[in-house]
């Protein structure tokens, strides 16, 4: 599986992917934050999981989500956040 996840990645980092939305399961969030360490990165691609893209457009703030607790950053996503109605 972490084969796939990270053939993934890097797909999504070559076509200028930010965000990386899941049905389930958090291979992909551990990939992300395993792949930004191994190539020096500061930012890594932000893996997010339907429900909580879902949450996130009814207007739920990413606390209320979970995404503070994700391996790799989302930081940013909440970040843009700010503002935006829902």
Same mark, same amino acid.
């Given at each position: 599986m972490l084969a796939v996840a990270r053939r993934l990645l890097a797909v999504a980092r070559r076509v200028g992917a @930010?965000?990386?939305v899941l049905f389930a399961g958090n291979s992909l969030d551990?990939?992300?934050a395993i792949?930004?360490?191994d190539?020096?990165?500061d930012e890594s691609l932000a893996v997010l999981h339907l429900p909580q893209l879902v949450g996130l457009a009814l207007g739920f703030e990413p606390g209320e989500l979970g995404?503070?607790?994700h391996? @790799?950053?989302t930081e940013w996503v909440a970040e843009r956040l700010v503002g935006?109605?829902?």
């Open positions: @930010a965000i990386v551990q990939e992300a792949d930004a360490v190539f020096n990165r995404m503070n607790r391996i @790799a950053s935006v109605p829902a």
